[in-house]
């Protein structure tokens, strides 16, 4: 896990959005300790979404969270394959994602290792899940996730 000061500003960004936000406390708690982690994942998919796929629903971002962690999982397995989506919409997010997650795996300081990301990437999967199955739209997390970035 990775300590911010509390000067940090991704710290303090990120409180704030938990506190505005009705996430569960587990959700509270996870974000809390790997802030950098997902405001950088966060801020790939809005940026993709602004500058190429207006049209992004949640459920593209759903398919390409979950391809990557399979890909993960395959990854930790030794398996030398990667699952591609035949939506290019959605491979390509997935291409976005799968670049930051080796970014992460690859940095000189080592910050996450492939079981931290596989259980980061589960968290923001479930997040995601529990959004979609409060049907308040196709487009609330990425909405939610806008406020952000």
């Known amino acids: 896990m990775i300590e911010c000061p509390e000067t940090c500003p991704f710290l303090k960004k990120s409180k704030g ?41 949640d459920s593209d971002v759903k398919e390409a969270l979950e391809q990557n962690l399979s890909n993960l999982d395959l990854q930790k397995k030794g398996i030398i394959y990667e699952y591609k ?25 080592k910050s996450y290792d492939l079981n931290t990301l596989i259980f980061l990437l589960k968290e923001e999967v479930l997040f995601l899940k529990r959004l979609l199955e409060e049907r308040k739209g196709k487009t609330y997390y990425l909405d939610l996730i806008s406020t952000l970035h």
């Open 85 to 109: 989506s035949v939506n290019p919409k959605v491979q390509i997010l997935s291409d976005v994602i799968g670049e930051f997650l080796t970014s992460c795996l690859e940095a000189k300081e």
């Open 17 to 57: 959005y938990l506190k505005d936000r009705k996430l569960t406390q587990s959700e509270i708690r996870v974000r809390t300790a790997f802030p950098h982690f997902f405001q950088n994942l966060e801020k790939r998919i809005i940026e993709l979404r602004k500058t190429r796929f207006r049209d992004l629903v």
